[in-house]
């Protein structure tokens, strides 16, 4: 039971993970919108001229030229930029990264929590209290977090590339390069980068996604709303594709940020950590700033979690007798 549990969940994972990787992007270019270190072009220092009329002729020019601050743009916007930019494929930046992650995370979480849930489901009634399942959605989302983290933070990595000025771009060929280059370049411990956020994020995600699934199906099925098909999976998958992305965003704004932070010897990092990324970003943003991207996210977080858990039932129907 417990290594099928593992299956169903890892196939039903790479599905959703791979079908809605577009969005996720979108979400993570938008989730990168006006970090304060990024180079901003809106104050251009002048150069000072390279000849002189005569040695008493001044040449007066202002010191900067101020240009409009960068427009925010939303994911339609961002989405479009991308083709236009950098091609149709952009749009699958890094999903090499995302179909380890999957395979790592997703694998890891579904399937743990699969197994908790059997063993504290009560026997007599055949049901298990919300508290449970939400315990059980904590345990297992941060378990697959510390698993799939390397992955994750190459997934962000490659995923912002193409919003960096030429020079600046790590240009990973695949997700084996990005996590080679990361450690020989940063060490071994920056593929846990962003861990203790990714846990964090895991959990909550986990337990709300899990346990609003379930409880949202058990209540469509206890007041006879719908019968046990693709509609009452669909209608449970919407309900818990929500819960998960408001109660997730501001984290994953956060680790998205962290993750992303190009770290150099010598040179002090953007972030000394979660805490202090979260504070610069509010102060210098606003506290909406947490939700940035959190129309993109619930756009992927909703297609994700139908596609995901649609799937999972369908596995488990074909894997019944084994």
Known sequence: MGLKGFVEGGVASVIAGASTHP?????????????????????VQSCRPAFALSSTATI??????????PTRVGPLSIGVRIIQTEGAAALFSGISATLLRQTLYSTTRMGLYDVLKHKWTDPDT??????????????????????GNPADVAMVRMQADGRLP?????????VVDALSQMSKQE?????????????????IVTASQLASYDQAKEMI???????????THVAASFVAGFVASVASNPIDVIKTRVMNMKVEPGVEPPYKGALDCAVKTVKAE?????????????????????????????????????
Not at 23 to 43: A, T, W
Not at 60 to 69: I, K, M, R, Y
Not at 129 to 147: H, N, Y
Request: charged content about 15%; proline content about 6%; aromatic content about 6%.
């Open 23 to 43: 969005l996720d992007l979108i979400k993570v270019r938008m989730q990168l919108q006006g970090e304060s270190h990024v180079p901003n072009l809106s104050s």
């Open 60 to 69: 007066s020019l202002p010191t900067t030229v101020e240009l409009p601050a």
């Open 126 to 147: 055949n049901s298990m209290p919300l508290a449970s399942k939400i315990g059980a959605g904590l345990i297992s989302g941060a378990v697959g977090a510390a698993v």
């Open 166 to 174: 030429v020079d600046q771009r790590r240009n990973y060929k695949s």
């Open 187 to 203: 060490g071994v411990a920056s593929l846990w980068r962003g861990s203790s956020l990714t846990v964090n994020r895991a959990m």
């Open 221 to 231: 099925l206890e007041k006879g709303l719908l019968s046990d098909g693709i509609g």
């Open 286 to 322: 606003g506290p909406m700033a947490l939700y940035k991207g959190f129309i993109p996210t619930i756009s992927r977080q909703g297609p994700f979690t139908v596609v995901l858990f649609v799937t999972l039932e369908q596995v488990r129907k074909l894997l019944k007798d084994f």
